[in-house]
């Protein structure tokens, strides 16, 4: 079956930079498509970040266009997320997760790793 491990969070200052990978195993991320979300505590979960099939069709939410990147490397069978210029409201656990189809929910999803931005 497939599994997502997130791993890289941690504690940054304001404007610092993070990176964080998900690994991928039972299965070839070459098949997939993946996202990014997020989940404050006492807030929803949130989206961050969705990549095609093709890293061309990546689509980012707002609040962190600009300052995040998504990208897979398909040898290493590992997703990343690049966030750069960290602002404290990006405190928040980050998961990635994964489907088969252009659509619809998610059906793999990681556990998670902590990102927290100081001020």
């Known amino acids: 079956q497939v599994q997502l491990v997130e791993s890289g969070g941690g504690l940054v200052q304001a404007g610092g930079s993070l990176r964080l990978s998900c690994a991928v195993s039972?299965?070839?991320?070459?098949?997939?498509?993946m996202g990014w979300f997020r989940r404050a505590p006492g807030k929803e979960r949130e989206f961050v970040v969705h990549?095609?099939?093709?890293?061309?069709?990546?689509y980012y939410a707002a609040s962190v266009r600009g300052r995040f990147t998504i990208s897979r490397d398909n040898a290493k069978n590992t997703l990343y997320l690049q966030m750069s210029s960290l602002k404290p409201e990006d405190t928040a656990e980050y998961y990635c997760a994964g489907r088969d189809t252009d659509y619809g929910p998610y059906m793999y999803w990681g556990q998670g790793t902590q990102v927290t931005v100081s001020s």
């Open positions: 990549i095609g099939f093709l890293e061309s069709s990546a």
């Open positions: 039972g299965g070839l991320l070459n098949n997939y498509a």
